[in-house]
Each structure stands twice: as structure tokens, then as C-alpha cells.
């Protein structure tokens, strides 16, 4: 009887061991499935980050082969070179938006190292200051046809004017960044510096002439062209004039740097050789003395570049102008021809008006290359003879 009753007991105590055997396996098998899905998760995980850092270093990659810039961007770059030559030397463009001070210190750069690394056409700069309109322009036009490798034109108006012209004029895109003008003010010669470093930039330019709207050429562009590539100076009229018009208008403020017996005066109408457009965009301590002292009566671009030069340059300047103007009505403005006085015997005179000049050391009658003021009516009667007597 004893021995059945043990037996009762035992049998309870065996189930609860096969119950917590049950629970210990069941969480081992939990452990080490979740184990297993771990090292899975951490596997794929690794595996998605390493591709992508794969992508990332095949793209820098390839962007890098396919660029010889220094470039930080993913996609490939552009291949630009910012120091062209061609750009530097031969800007295609007038339109910049430089200061005058910094296109002045642009211009006033002059190479040490002689000759060119590039073929060089020499070039004739116009440089054409007006109030405006060019009413002459169409007569322009026909003298610069054919021969656009010898030429630059630059155009300095009011900021606000446009110029309207067709695409394949050569005055076409050719009005440089400009300022307001006050006739008779320093603002004049600050309009002619600024045309001269503009001019300046490109580096084939070797002659610099300055016109009005109201001027003409009286020969045709090759004989023009030759005139002033070939001379060995510059025109600009410089003369000492003992009257209140000329040595009148100096101040003794000027002192010490600039005396009345270097004081001069002139046409503004100048033609210069690069050297001194470099000299004159150079300057600063004259002009500011003109800027300074030399206010109506006395008007800057009367005396300005005509004693500056006399005073460094004077070797360099024939003292004459190569710009025809008629001074016998007298008065402060010279005289203006209309349509009525075009006539062929009236070109032929300016032309052989009984002049001799020097150029280079020898004395000649073609003293002038083109001529002023000329009024809008005059403009088709002058088309009319350029084939004939101007030969353009």
C-alpha cells in the first residue's frame, strides 16, 4: 500500500520537469533564431551600405576622368579655358563691367618682352565721342567696308543712347560702358581716357584716333590706314598761344609741377601711337591737377594731353593735327558745312588747301585725313562722291 502511494507522488513532480525542460528549450530555440536573423540583418545591412559607397566612389571616379578641371561636383564639368590668349589679346567684346580706375590699370600695362607671341595685324582704333547719334554713320560705314582686319571701332555716347545698327555693321555691339559728358569740364578728357583704355585691351591696336560725330574721312581707308601705321609720330596739336585764350587760362596754383613756359594748347581731335595712350591712361598726378585748377575759362581738353605731352613726350608729337577744321568765321565754334557746300571742288580743298607739313622728317601737302563739322544734310551729297573722289 505504501509502495502505490509513492508512485502517485512522483508522477506530478515528473510532469513539472518535462514542463520547465520544455520552457529552457523553447527559449534556447528563440535564441538562437534570433541569432540567426541578427547576422542576417547585420549582413544585408553591411552589404547595402558598402554598394552604395561603391556607387558614390565609381561616379567621383568617372566625373574625375572625364574632367581635367579641379571640379568637386558629381556630374563631369565643362572643360573652359579662362586664360585664353585669344580672349586676352583680342577681346571680342567691348562690354565689361570694369571701373574706369580698373580698365585704366588694365590698359596702362605695357610688355617688357619684345615682339608678339601671336601673328599681329597692326590696327587703327576709332574711337568715336559723340553726343549721340551718328548721323554720318552710313558714309562710315562705306569707308570701313572690306577691311575689317586693319580696324576697331569704340563708341562712347550718353549711358542711356542706344545705337541702333544692323548686325553686320562694324559699328554693331561696339559702344563702350560710358558716362555723362559736360562739354568744357574735365568730364571730356575723362571720356577720351576712357575711350583710350578701351582701346587699349585689344592689343593689335596700334594707332588711336579720335572723332566726333561731325567728322569725315577725305581719303579712302588704305591710304588712311597707311598714313598712320607708317608714321613715326603722333599728331596731336600742341602750340604755346601768348594770349587769355592760351597761356591766359593757366593757374600759378599748378606750381611746382607744371610751369607756364610748359603750358600748351590744342585741338582735342588727336591721333596718338600706343606708347602714348598707354602714358596718357597712365597718369594720374597731372590730371589731377588739371582736374584741380583748370576749370571755364579754362577747358581740360584744350591743355591737357597738349602739355603733358610737350612736357615728357614731345619728341614722340608732330604738333599738328591730321583733322581738317574751318576757324575763319571766328567766334568759340568753328565754321559747319551742310548739304549745300558738298561739292567735289570743296573735298578737293580741303584736301590741297596749300599746306605743308612734316611727316617723318619730310615735307608733304597730305596734312589732313579727314575733316569737321559736318552737318546731317550733308550726308548724301557726300555718299555721292565717295566713289568718285573719296574712292570708297
Not at 357 to 384: G, H, I, Q
Request: proline letters at 6%; a positive charge; one cysteine or more.
Amino acid at each position: 500500500m505504501a509502495r502505490n502511494r509513492g508512485d502517485k507522488e512522483e508522477g506530478p513532480e515528473k510532469l513539472m520537469g518535462l514542463l520547465k525542460l520544455v520552457q529552457i528549450l523553447s527559449l534556447l530555440v528563440i535564441f538562437v533564431a534570433g541569432v540567426i536573423l541578427g547576422l542576417a540583418t547585420s549582413s544585408h545591412i553591411n552589404h547595402y551600405f558598402t554598394s552604395q559607397a561603391q556607387l558614390f566612389l565609381t561616379n567621383n571616379i568617372a566625373s574625375a576622368k572625364l574632367s581635367d578641371n579641379n571640379c568637386t561636383v558629381v556630374k563631369p564639368c565643362e572643360k573652359v579655358d579662362f586664360l585664353n590668349m585669344e580672349r586676352f589679346v583680342h577681346p571680342d567684346n567691348v562690354i565689361h563691367s570694369m571701373t574706369d580706375d580698373q580698365v585704366f590699370w588694365r590698359a596702362s600695362l605695357l610688355p617688357q618682352k619684345k615682339g608678339y607671341p601671336f601673328d599681329r595685324v597692326p590696327k587703327v582704333a576709332f574711337m568715336f565721342l559723340t553726343r549721340g547719334p551718328l548721323p554720318l554713320l552710313p558714309l562710315w560705314e562705306r569707308f570701313f567696308r572690306g577691311h575689317g582686319q586693319y580696324f576697331s571701332i569704340y563708341v562712347h555716347t550718353p549711358p542711356d543712347y542706344v545705337l541702333n545698327v544692323s548686325s553686320d555693321s562694324p559699328f554693331y555691339g561696339r559702344m563702350i560702358p560710358s558716362k555723362d559728358v559736360e562739354w568744357g569740364s574735365v568730364s571730356l578728357v575723362d571720356a577720351e581716357k576712357r575711350l583710350l583704355a578701351n582701346a587699349l585691351l585689344d592689343f593689335s591696336n596700334e594707332r588711336f584716333v579720335l572723332l566726333s560725330e561731325s567728322c569725315i574721312p577725305i581719303y579712302n581707308f588704305p591710304i588712311v590706314y597707311k598714313y598712320l601705321i607708317r608714321s613715326e609720330y603722333s599728331f596731336v596739336e600742341s602750340y604755346d598761344e601768348p594770349t587769355r585764350y592760351g597761356r591766359g587760362r593757366y593757374s600759378r596754383k599748378m606750381l611746382p609741377d607744371i610751369h607756364l613756359y610748359q603750358w600748351r594748347k590744342g585741338s582735342q581731335w588727336f591721333e596718338i601711337q600706343r606708347d602714348l595712350a598707354v602714358y596718357i591712361v597712365s597718369d594720374t598726378k597731372y590730371y589731377t591737377i588739371f582736374k584741380k585748377y583748370c576749370r571755364p575759362a579754362c577747358y581740360p581738353d584744350e591743355h591737357y594731353i597738349p602739355t603733358y605731352l610737350n612736357m615728357f613726350h614731345g619728341s614722340l608729337n608732330s604738333n599738328r593735327s591730321v583733322t581738317w577744321v574751318d576757324w575763319s568765321i571766328g567766334g568759340p565754334h568753328p565754321a559747319r558745312y551742310g548739304g549745300g557746300n558738298i561739292t567735289e571742288d570743296f573735298i578737293q580743298s580741303i584736301r590741297n588747301n596749300g599746306t605743308q607739313c612734316s611727316y617723318n622728317s619730310e615735307m608733304t601737302s597730305v596734312c589732313y585725313l579727314f575733316a569737321r563739322k559736318f552737318a546731317p544734310s550733308a550726308l548724301v551729297p557726300l555718299l555721292s562722291l565717295t566713289s568718285t573722289v573719296m574712292e570708297f
